[in-house]
């Protein structure tokens, strides 16, 4: 017994680059070092498995169809760790129909599509159509054989089960009609089929039991019923069922497994001395072959079978006839046979493939490097507020020192002499660069500020230019234009841009308060910049503190600001001690990701932040309180100083001077350490930008990609449209000339003509006419105008101005010619430009035109042999000639 088995075809994809979009977001997202490139090898690892599993031609073979599982399997790994959307890592991915062959004027039916899922979802199919493939070629005459085939065959059901019922539920378009629902889940019911089929073929290989093998062939026609049954009800199936041979094998195996279950059960049924049975289940085998001999015989040999079921038959009813006389029952009040199932879809796992390994098995998910991204942002805002609150307090202790004059009005003994601390402070500003410095600084700010204007000027506009194509391809194509609309991809880039602009608004507000700081004490930075000398100059002389040298007033002031300044001291090892800590909340978020299947990112956050920085916020809390304390006393201690102190004119402006002087020093430190953290700031956000502008760029190109590959789809499906709702009509003359219709009553373009050819003398025998062909009307060429009259053995031409007349008969070889054509290959309605060619085979006529038989005349120079020019009009003739093309 001969069978045939059902195969799918597989899928066929464009080449996509992988290694590059990877690698450029490994880049983007990684710190250089070994982890950055092995990452980036391992995405050009993936770019050549892809190319082995989907650009080559794959053999049916074990090996083919595990390079397809283990690119299935790379994929589900690397889904998580990649952030794969339309406006993020965009790759396009273009599948052709499997089914769909495409046509002359148009190619096959294809998918572009922004979306990893649809790769998988292809993958997939592919893997179920190669493993149905494997399986028809296994050798089903031996054990090994029939294995692998149930195997692969279960496993084919299984791969098209999932893709209905998981894969497609991911998928938010329709996709091409061979991955459809309806589609694939008639696939895994032929494949489910099959591997039921095979199972009989074992068993019955194996001589088990007929009641058991009639049970196993039931099931399997119970199968391929159910595939006929969705092939004939589903209307969204592909054509590839009809009309390649799927439908009517499903309908002969369906038959053929009913016929193969009837007669093993007969078997049982004699055995069981039913014999009436045994003949009844015989006869309706036999008439299920009988079936399937006269309908499906060119798709399955059931020769053997019947041959079989004639065999026991025969016997049966001889057996029957002479000996145990049962009564034969109608077929309809046997009891049925009964079903085993041993088969089932080969659920889909990962991994699919033994041999898998992780490229990227280094890489955490995205969802653990989103929670490490916003625990870092916890972990920086921690660290900003407490070093913001010490050089806060440090600001708040200078500007209290300066406002009291200390210490400088304790050190100013003689009245005449700079005091040392204010010396210290002018050394400082000299040493920092002065105003030099801060003037190189403030004019650096504007050009940095541009410059990231411009990069995000240019990737908005690239976002804008995209989005109006767009917009403009959508009015045109209308609800053909099947793809997401750019102003609701590009919202989350337009977001991010808004508050990039946002920053550099804020941040330009910020240049300008600095600058207005540095034009208030420019002048006063400016005098400690001087030298010695100048600066001594510049202040009063004056010593209102002379006679308190030596008091426990000054001695207690002395030793309170040097409390304080070791507490600033401590305040910068503190500040380093908090920018040190490290601490790494990979494997935390890991573990809860596998236990919940989710990350609750802030709880996990809080607790281990408050585990790491608890002890050094409660050493800055400490250091803080401490500096309250300090700065108090020495408020009190300077209020009972000022009260001892001389007090006079010189006195007064010497110590407003030393004041300044100090509070100079204080800004100068602030602005320069501002305009430094600005410049650092803008050449930060710089690269920030230039980030956004690629993504910007990388998502613009993706979707020109995406779009070229829509607009030629949408050509091809143009091409593959009917040019005009309606065939035009046949010319009435037609109709006339075939059926003997009259004269209609609207114009009609004229009949074509032809030479008519004077009759031959007859032939004394006709059945030697030359080359037998006279006994059947000959079609003459298409309607032209007659040529000259050249000599006189050439016919007149005839035309006729009545359409509907019956058509004149020329005796040509001693046979009735018609003279006018019956129904051009090309349309003939009225504006169509005719043409004339070459005559029909025809039997030699001495009196007919044709190219070869014309006579000689005069042709014009330039002019191609054997064609006239354009003849003038023919009297009686009601329409304009027709258009005359050189042949």
């Known amino acids: 017994m001969a069978t045939t088995f059902v195969s799918v075809p597989l899928k066929k994809a464009s080449e ?123 050798n089903l005459e031996n054990d090994e054989g029939l294995k692998a085939a149930a195997k692969y065959y279960q496993l084919a059901s299984g791969v098209f089960q999932h893709i209905k019922d998981s894969a497609l539920s991911a998928m938010n378009r329709e996709l091409t009609m061979d991955t459809s629902p309806d589609t694939v889940g008639t696939l895994s019911l032929i494949m489910l089929a099959q591997a039921q089929e095979v199972f009989f073929l074992k068993a019955a290989a194996d001589k088990m039991k007929d009641a058991i093998i009639a049970k196993l062939a039931n099931q399997a026609a119970d199968y391929y019923g159910d595939a006929f049954k969705q092939c004939q009800f589903k209307e969204n199936l592909p054509k590839y069922f009809y009309f390649q041979e799927v439908l009517p094998v499903l309908a002969a195996k369906h038959c053929m497994m009913q016929a193969n279950a009837e007669y093993h059960q007969s078997v049982l049924a004699k055995q069981q001395k039913k014999f009436g049975e045994e003949i009844s289940r015989l006869q309706h085998a036999s008439d299920l072959v009988k079936t399937i001999g006269s309908r499906y015989d060119e798709y399955i040999n059931v020769k053997d079978l019947s041959d079989k079921i004639a065999r026991a038959l025969t016997a049966a009813k001889k057996d029957n006839d002479f000996i145990y006389h049962d009564r034969v029952p109608d077929v309809k009040d046997l009891d049925p046979v009964g079903k085993a199932t041993l088969v089932k879809p080969t659920p889909v796992s990962v991994p699919m493939s033994q041999k898998f390994t992780d490229l990227f098995v280094k890489m955490v998910p995205l969802a653990v490097q989103q929670s490490l991204s916003m625990c870092n942002q916890r972990r920086a805002d921690l660290v900003n507020k407490l070093i913001a609150q010490m050089r806060e307090s440090t600001n708040l202790a200078n500007g209290v020192l300066a406002s009291l004059n200390l210490p400088a009005a304790i050190e100013d003994v003689s009245g005449d002499d700079i005091p040392q601390s204010i010396l210290d402070k002018s050394k400082a500003v000299i040493q920092q660069g002065g105003l030099q410095t801060m003037d190189q600084l403030i004019r650096d700010l504007p050009g940095l500020l541009q410059r990231n ?62 600058k207005e700081r540095y034009a208030t004490n420019s002048e006063i930075i400016a005098l400690l910049c001087k030298p010695e000398a100048e600066l001594n100059a510049a202040i009063p002389s004056g010593n209102p503190t002379k006679s308190l040298q030596g008091s426990e007033v000054i001695m207690l002031l002395k030793t309170l600001l040097a409390s304080l300044n070791e507490v600033k001291k401590e305040r910068e090892t503190l500040e380093n001690d908090v920018k040190s800590v490290q601490f790494d909340m990979t494997s935390k978020f890991l573990t809860a990701l596998a236990q919940d299947g989710a990350i609750n990112e802030e709880a996990i956050s809080v607790t281990e932040l408050g585990q790491n920085y608890g002890s050094n916020t409660q050493r800055v809390q400490k250091n803080l309180k401490k500096q309250e304390e300090l700065l108090a006393s020495i408020q009190t201690a300077h209020e009972e100083f000022s009260k001892s102190k001389q007090s006079n004119t010189d006195a007064n402006q010497r110590e407003e001077m030393l004041k300044k002087l100090a509070a100079g020093h204080d800004q100068f430190v602030e602005l320069v350490g501002n305009l430094k953290e600005g410049t650092q700031f803008y050449n930060g956000i710089t690269e920030h930008l230039l980030k956004f502008q690629t993504k910007c760029t990388d998502i613009v190109f993706a979707r020109k990609t995406e779009r070229d590959e829509l607009l030629k789809d949408l050509q091809q499906s143009i091409a593959r449209e009917p040019s005009a709702p309606n065939i035009p009509a046949a010319p009435a003359y037609q109709i006339a000339a075939s059926v003997g219709g009259t004269t209609p009553a609207v114009p009609t373009p004229a009949p074509r003509t032809v030479f008519p050819s004077k009759p031959e003398p007859p032939e004394p025998d006709a059945s030697s006419s030359t080359g037998g062909c006279e006994n059947q009307p000959k079609p003459q060429p298409p309607a032209r105008p007659p ?69 000689y005349m005069y042709q014009p120079p330039g002019q191609p042999p054997f064609q006239n020019p354009q003849p003038p009009q023919q009297p009686g003739y009601p329409y304009p000639p027709q258009q005359f093309y050189q042949q």
């Not at 390079?67 to 790379?74: A, K, P, T, V, W």
């Not at 129909?97 to 004027?105: C, P, Q, R, T």
């Not at 359409?803 to 020329?810: E, H, L, M, S, T």
């Not at 051009?824 to 006529?845: C, S």
Request: glycine content about 6%; charged content about 20%.
């Open 16 to 138: 996509v680059d992988l290694a590059k979009p990877l690698s450029k977001f490994i880049q983007n997202t990684y710190p250089s070092g070994e982890s950055q490139a092995e990452y980036i090898k391992a995405a050009e690892e993936l770019n050549s498995l892809r190319k082995s599993a989907v650009c080559r031609a794959l053999d049916k073979h074990d090996s083919s169809l595990e390079i397809l599982l283990r690119y299935y399997d790379q994929l589900c790994v690397i889904e998580p760790k990649f952030p794969f959307s339309e406006n993020q890592l965009c790759l396009t991915f273009t599948w052709k129909d499997a089914f769909d062959k495409g046509s002359l004027f148009g190619g096959s039916v294809k998918l572009s599509f922004a979306s990893l899922g649809f790769e998988k979802t292809c993958i997939l199919f592919n893997i179920g159509a190669l493993a149905s493939q494997i399986a028809s070629e296994q």
């Open 453 to 514: 204007k411009e990069i995000l000027d240019e990737a908005m506009r690239i976002l804008d230019q995209e989005e109006v194509t767009d917009n403009e391809l959508k009015a045109k194509f209308k609800e053909r234009w099947q793809r997401t609309p750019s102003n609701e991809l590009y919202k989350p880039l337009r977001t991010e841009g808004a508050n990039l602009r946002a920053t550099l608004d804020r941040a330009a507000q910020a240049d300008k308060v600095v």
């Open 787 to 855: 040529p000259p009259s050249v000599g006189s053995n050439v016919a007149t031409p005839t035309t006729t101005n009545t359409p509907a007349a019956p058509a004149p008969v020329a005796s040509v070889g001693g046979t009735g010619v018609l003279t006018q054509a019956q129904g051009p290959p090309y349309p003939t309605y009225q504006g169509f430009p005719g043409y004339y060619p070459l005559p029909m085979p025809m039997g030699y006529n001495q009196y007919a035109y044709g190219q070869y038989s014309m006579p």
